[in-house]
Structure formats: C-alpha cells, structure tokens
C-alpha cells in the first residue's frame, strides 16, 4: 500500500511541474532558513560547552556600591581564588585572568602591536581544556617570563621555524620565553587568548584586596553547589574587603556566574569581550518556526487551489471503491514525499551556503552539520512538521469530495475552506510584515547611532598607539615634527580616546555642594592641553591645562557637565578633589579649574557619565587632526614621520569613528541577518499569495467571462481580482504593525540614546510588501483578464 502510495505521489508530481516547482520552492526557502538558523541558535549555545568541567566552572563578579553609584563588574580582587582554595577550603581549584588589550611585543628587532594576550595562572591548562599543540599542560606556565602562543602568533611571528624556547620581547622590555603552541582560539568561547603569560611579571599592585582587575575561574568541588560557596565568599569579604570598602562608604558584594552563561547571559561593565543576547536567539528561533509554518501554509494554499482539477480524481477513486482513509494516506504520502525533495535540496543548498552565513554572522559552523545526532533528529521533525501539518489539511479537504457530485461536475467550494486559506494569507503577511518593519527599525537605529551628535568632531581623526614610556617621552618632538606637515591640523595625546573604551573608573574623594567632601566612583581619563582643542570640545567654562605642567596644571582637574549636574554644584569652578594615590589610602588634592561639554567617550548604547579628566603628558594615544584635502597623501606623511622619530616602533593607526562603529558591528551583523530572513518570508508569503490568486482564478472564471461579455475591460478585471487581496493585505497591517511596535519599543530600550519610531518606517515596510504583493497577483489577474470569456462560459 505505502508502495502504491509513494509511486502515485510521484506520478502525480511530474504531471504538475508548475505546481510541483512552486511547492518545492516554498518550502526549499522554508527548510533552508529554519535548518540556518537552528545551526545559528545552536552555535550561540555552544559558548565554552566544550570544557569537560564546564558545569563546575564559575567565574566571580562583583556588585559595588559608593554612595548612589553602582559598578556591576566580572572581576574580583587577584586573591580571591586563592583565599577560597587555601584559606577557606572551598574550592578545587581557580585560575586569574588580567590583561587582553593591546600590547607591543617584540621578535628579533621586530615589533608587533597585539591582542588578546592575558597573564594567567599555571592551573589555566588544567581548568579550560583548549588544545596544546606544543608543550606541556601542566608545567608550560609554572616558571615566571614564560609564554604559551597560539599557532597564528607562532606563524607570525617566527615564519621560518619553530617558536618553541625562542624569547621575545612583551612592552618592548620583558623577556619571555615561549614554552607552548596552542591552536587558535574558536570563535564559540568567552576565554578568548593568542598569547598567555605566566603569571607573576608585570603584577605591581594585583595583591592588593582593593583593586579589582582579574577575572577569577573557580572551579567546584565535585558535589558543592554556589550556595554553598556564595556564604564564604561573604565571610572573605567581611575579613579582607569591608576595612577598606567602608573607609569609602562603600560595600560590595560577590556573585557565581557559570562558564557557561557568560555569551549570553551577560550585563557587566567591562566584558572581556563581546557578548551575545539570549533575546535574540528566541527571536531566531521563532522565525525559523514560523517561516517552516509559512511554507507548510502555502503547501495548503496551493493544494486546496488544485482541489478542482483533482476532484474527478478522488471522485473517480472514490467510485472504484477508495475508502476516505485510504486517500487521507495517499494526500498525506504525497505531502511526505514533496518534503523529502525539498529537504533532500536543502541539505544540498545548505551545505553551500555555510561558508557565506559564517561570514555575514561571524559563526564557525561546521559544513558536516550532519554529523550531528540533534541535526538528523531536526530534519526527520522537519518532514514530518511539513508533510503532516502540510498535507493534513488537504487530505481532509480533498478527501470529503462526493464521488457523484464531482463526476457530475457540481463539486462546491467550501466558503468556509475559503475564509481559512484567506485567515492563513492574512497571518503569513502578518508575520511577514512585522519582520519587515522590525529589520527597517534595526538599521534606521544604526543609522540614528552613527549621525548622532557625539559632542566632538570625530571627522579626519586618526589614533595612534603610544606603546611604552621611550616612546611617550618624545611626544613632543613628534608632535612638533607633525605639526610641520601641511595637512596635520592639531595633534594632543590621551589615555581616554573616545571609542576605545580606555578610561578608567576609581574612587575619590569629592566636594559636595554643600561643602563636605564624600566618596563617589566615577570615570576617569588623563590627556594634555591638546585634547580637547583636537576634538573639537570646548571648554564653556573656566580654562583649558596650560600648556605647561607646573604646579597648577599638575593638581587641576577638568570636569565634564554631567558631573556639574550629579554634584549639584552652582560655580563649579574651584571645587575640590582628593585622589587616592596609593594603597594606604593618601592623597593628593585637585582643584576644578574648568567645564567641558559633554561628549561620548563610549559606544551610544551607554548615557554620558559624569567624567574627571587629569592632566599628563605621558599619554598611551596620539591624535592627530587631519585636514580634508589629499588625506592619503598626509597619512603617508604622518607614517614616514612616525618612523623617523620612533624607530622601534610599528606605525599602527585608526580613525577615530571606526572605534564607535566596532561598538555596532554585533547588532549590524544580526541586522543584516534579520534583513535577509525578512526577505525570504516575504518570498514564501508571496508563493502562499500565488496559490491563493491561484485559486481565485479558477473559482471566479466563469464570473470573469460574463462580466468580460457584458464590457469590463482588462483594467476592470485586474482592479477587480487585486483589490482582495489588497484587502487581505491591510488587515494584515493592522495585525502585525501595532505587535512590532511594542516589540521594538521594547528593544530601543536597551539604548541609553534612540531614535524615536517613526511612522515612515512602516508606510515603506507597507509600501515595500503591497508592491511585492501585487506583483505577485498580477499574472493571475492579468491572465485572467485577457483570457477568451467563452471557454469559461461554456464549461460547466
């Protein structure tokens, strides 16, 4: 029977190629999507799953509160894990991480600026089970000025041999000796490391119980759960912390976060690096589900549309004796067998598509996605979703036919089948349209973010590293040297360039309006008198740093305006500073000596935060202002300066609003994601709208020939057809455009600064799927209009 089924199915789907092809077509694009972004959703969850221990590993964050400011961070104080080992008895075993931003490393008289390269703990091998091509786990970090690379720094670095025991140079001074290779890290980890030092060098103020710059991985005992550990790290920091958290008015508080949840679940300042949102996966994997729905609903569409021409077929059937199950089985097989083509194309299409998702998504999925047992347990729900949700609802339809009403011609339509096919157009759209508008929203708040005010001139900027105090110290001569070019504007200096996230926040001591001095946490940069003036910022009131650092400039702080507006000051001007100098709590004292305008120092996504600048010479970033004419040709100057001056140094360089737009690349990649699935919904929805068209046609063929007898023209005709499903597009309108402006309302709340939703950014979504849709009704209408009214007339 199944055998008879299948080879019927077969028979039936190469007498209707037309049919056939737009089905198959429809739910390719359905399968293709859904099997993408399951692939999508599944590599987000996979973040640092691939650690054997990966259930017992935690990493400790801390939740500081001064005063009203509140620090929400992913560190903790460097002995941290070794209290909870040795002193306490809590833990199996930890490991620190601290470092990862850019640092100038040196091979043989060549230098290199680079990357995610941490100082860590000898247990690192032990805790995280990344690949050591070259050395041992257990002892490649035990000695002090050892290093473990990856093997792209490896291939770098020493191109003509292997790295193994060779030295270089880290900050231009500290020799290192590489003691491992390790393979390149994987895109699906939060521990992302080409270079490990050994702990123990460059370490200068790590022990201290008030400073917090290491991540800390503890590592469970085998049957402890957190809220065992979470009391004794309170009891650690009532010993340890409270002393001197309270002579701040301060207090702190510890909390576990599983290994795992970091991509995902994250919300601290200061991540190590960038980070998913769980938000966007729930998002993915109701998209992927409804546009497999989508494709089941055209299937529908397109099958209750060919009722007409089968229902002499099951009439017939019916009349040799078919019972209504056995063409139940024989709809439904053929539903099955049209899935298994599309899957069978799909896999194939997929396949070739990977590489070209992995790069638009920034994903490391596997090609051989096959090889894994949740993929074959996917694909086989995937046909049996499309051939049973898909050809259910035919089979029941085209199976309730009267063998003697179809053989005699006078099969009715259902106007209640008709209302559903409408009821299931109507929600294609909808799902459709919402998709649209909400991928239209995205960009035009990416958009909104890069034109935004940022309170500086970022235009024809250009950064330069400062790597090193030999370097730094000849600021001046490279400055002046710059400043002789006729295309160099201004140049200052900064540890604080806006878009590089390299201010700091600390805890100082400051003059409330009332006169009192209280503690506070807030940002905080150093730059010379040249910073501002380069940027473009002004100074609205008070003085800029004088050009010389004496006494005045060295014990004067600038604020921003948002501080002026937390401290409540009226005359700001004059105010006091006491800064924390060392860790026995002294000070030195600063004074307010100017206001400058408020301006961004980080991504658009975070409001401007009250803002201490301090005066330095000595800064880590050089920014030069260009002007507009023969850009490249003054970059070429700037560059061939650079060298002469600083001759063991590469010449490394951004523009400062590449830096914002870095703070962008994660939601423009999921928007252009979001884009391309928007538009293969509409594609689907479109086939669901032939089908309907499809069968409209057909129903209203007679009723086309009499009104064509009696003078409509071809106009008349097609304005007739279309304008019902314009109808069916309007109300799917009103359906999705008010669920997606609650939606993305939701989503530009994550945003410190957004755009308001505009009203245009729907009437073009609307405007963009009418035009699409009536393209798409077009050729039945038109065919038709134009066909001969007396074939239509004559059939009965």
Known sequence: MLRNYVTVAIRNIQNSPVYSTINVLGLTIGIVSSILLFLYVDFERSYDKFHINKDNIYRVTTQATVQDTELNVPLAPSLTGATLMNEYDAIDNFVRLSGGSEMLVSVDQEYFYETEIYQTDSSFFNIFDFELLEGDRKTCLTESNTMVISKSLAEKWFPNGSAMGKTVKTDGEDTKIITGIMANPVINTSVRAHGLLSYGTNTQGQDAWGNMNDQIFIVLKQGSTVSEVLPVLSQMYDKYMAPIYEKFGASAEFSLQPLTDIHLFSNFDFEMGTVGNINYL????????????????????????????????????????????????????????????????????????????????????????????????????????????????????????????????????????????????????????????????????????????????????????LEGEQVRAKLDVLAAELLQSPGVESVGSGFGVPGTNSMSMSGIKVESADGHLIEKIFQNITVDNQYFPTLEIPIVQGRNFLPQVGNDTASSVIVNQEMVREMGWEN?????????????????????????????????????????????????????????????????????IFKSVVTNRPFEYAFLDQGFQQHYEADQKRGEVFAIFSVLTIAIACLGLFGLASYTAEARRKEIGIRKVV??????????????????????????????????????????????????????????TLVIAFATVLYHSLRSAVANPSSAIRDN
């Not at 920014?623 to 061939?640: P, Y």
């Open 282 to 465: 729930y998002i993915f994997s109701a998209i992927g589900f409804f546009m497999l729905l989508i494709a089941c609903i055209n299937y529908m569409n397109l099958a209750t549309a060919r009722s007409v021409a089968r229902s002499k077929e099951v009439g017939i059937r019916k009349a040799m004796g078919s019972y209504k199950t056995q063409l139940m089985g024989q709809f439904v097989t053929e539903s099955i067998v049209i899935a298994f083509l599309a899957l069978v194309i799909s896999l194939i299409l997929t396949f070739f598509v990977i590489p070209t998702f992995n790069e638009l998504a920034n994903l490391e999925i596997s090609q051989n996605f096959m090889n894994d047992p949740k993929m074959v347990l996917v694909l086989v729900g995937v046909i049996l979703f499309v051939g049973l949700v898909g050809g259910s609802y035919p089979a029941f339809y085209l199976s309730r036919f009267k063998a003697a009403e179809v053989l005699k011609g006078r099969s009715k339509k259902s106007k209640g089948n008709e209302s559903l096919r409408k009821v299931l157009v109507v929600a294609q759209f909808a799902i459709s349209l919402g998709m649209v508008v909400s991928t239209w929203i995205v960009f035009d708040q990416l958009d909104f973010l890069r034109n935004k005010e940022l309170g500086f001139n970022h235009e024809q900027v250009v950064t330069v590293a």
């Open 572 to 640: 700001p001007i004059g105010k006091r500073f006491e800064r924390f100098i060392n860790d026995d709590l002294e000070t030195k004292a600063f004074t307010v000596v100017g206001v400058v305008r408020d301006y961004h120092l980080i991504s658009l996504q975070e409001p401007i935060s009250p803002l201490v600048v301090y005066n330095g010479i000595n800064n880590g970033q050089m920014i030069v202002r260009l002007k507009s004419d023969g850009i490249s040709n003054t970059m070429s100057e700037v560059e061939g």
């Open 711 to 768: 003078g409509a023209n071809v106009m008349t005709i097609i304005i007739m057809m279309s304008k019902d499903f314009l109808k069916l597009i309007i109300l799917s309108m009103i359906v999705a455009f008010p669920i997606a402006y609650y939606f993305m309302d939701q989503w530009l709340q994550d945003f410190a600064y957004a755009m308001e939703l505009k009203w245009t950014s729907f009437a073009l979504s609307a405007l963009f």
